[in-house]
């Protein structure tokens, strides 16, 4: 158990501290007790059974029901009554900061905490999309293989990039002692380009294509450059990488190559 927690004041004043007070004093205590109860992390997405918040704080399973859905409408967490998850979407930032280092000792915390999290949470991809790169979550096979399956039609390519499909087998992942899948180097770039590539409204059955040329110029070009060419084509806009060969000449020069 934790020994403390930070609330900023920003919880009270912040627009979404301004909504939580809108929703009603309940709405601002549940809102507080997802942040503070006895189980929560600072990773901001943990198991939390319905009955212990009704029991903490007093109120009736209905009463919780409702305030959670109030809390939810304000965007300050998701609650999953069926595999009994909750995710503070905001939490892990302003709990750990904006970006672990790579030394720091908090990394091995958050990986041992997104490690543990069931295959049952519906948030378990959400979460590595929006936090995978700035707390180095180690992508986890479950993860990758539920982000493709969500967002990829395996018989549907982008036009421009007219090659065989790829199996989800043939991407490159390397099993590590703990049982975890740790995929190319630029996996949480490749799955953070992919989710906001979804969230623009694009053709989901073109992200496989996405994915496969992404990974076929990493496997030529490395990490650095892939990672470059990515920024280059998010910066465009271009989620669909119809100017590859742009980007890639981008990257290149930047790398002075």
């Known amino acids: 158990m934790r020994k403390f927690v930070m609330v900023a004041p920003a919880f009270w004043i912040g627009?979404?501290?301004?909504?939580?007070?809108?929703?009603g004093i309940a709405a601002q205590l549940l809102a507080l007790y997802l942040l503070s109860n006895p189980v929560a992390n600072y990773t901001g997405l943990y198991r939390l059974p319905i009955i212990y918040i009704a029991n903490d704080l007093g109120?009736?399973?209905?009463?919780?029901?409702?305030?959670?859905?109030?809390?939810?409408?304000t965007g300050f967490a998701k609650y999953d009554e069926a595999s009994e998850y909750v995710w503070i979407i905001e939490g892990a930032?302003?709990?750990?900061g904006?970006?672990?280092?790579?030394?720091?000792?908090?990394?091995?915390?958050?990986?041992?905490?997104?490690?543990?999290?069931?295959?049952?949470c519906p948030f378990l991809v959400d979460y590595f999309a929006k936090y995978g790169t700035a707390l180095r979550l180690t992508p986890r096979k479950d993860v990758m293989c539920t982000l493709a399956t969500s967002l990829v039609s395996a018989t549907e390519l982008v036009p421009a990039m007219a090659?065989?499909?790829?199996?989800?087998?043939?991407l490159p992942y390397g099993e590590t002692s703990e049982g975890i899948f740790a995929p190319v180097e630029i996996a949480g770039e490749l799955t953070t380009?992919?989710?906001?590539?979804?969230?623009?409204?694009?053709?989901?059955?073109?992200?496989?294509?996405?994915?496969a040329w992404v990974l076929k110029f990493d496997a030529k070009h490395g990490a650095w450059l892939t990672k470059e060419l990515l920024r280059a084509a998010a910066s465009a806009g271009d989620y669909d990488i119809v100017n590859g060969a742009r980007y890639e000449q981008?990257?290149?020069e930047k790398a002075d190559i």
């Open 15 to 23: 627009q979404t501290g301004r909504d939580l007070r809108n929703a």
């Open 59 to 73: 109120l009736g399973l209905d009463q919780v029901r409702a305030t959670l859905a109030a809390v939810e409408q």
């Open 93 to 96: 930032r302003h709990q750990l």
């Open 98 to 120: 904006e970006e672990l280092k790579e030394q720091d000792l908090k990394v091995k915390y958050v990986n041992k905490e997104f490690a543990t999290i069931s295959k049952s």
């Open 163 to 170: 090659q065989a499909p790829v199996e989800l087998a043939e």
């Open 193 to 211: 380009f992919l989710a906001e590539r979804e969230s623009r409204g694009a053709r989901t059955g073109g992200a496989k294509g996405v994915a």
């Open 250 to 252: 981008k990257a290149l």
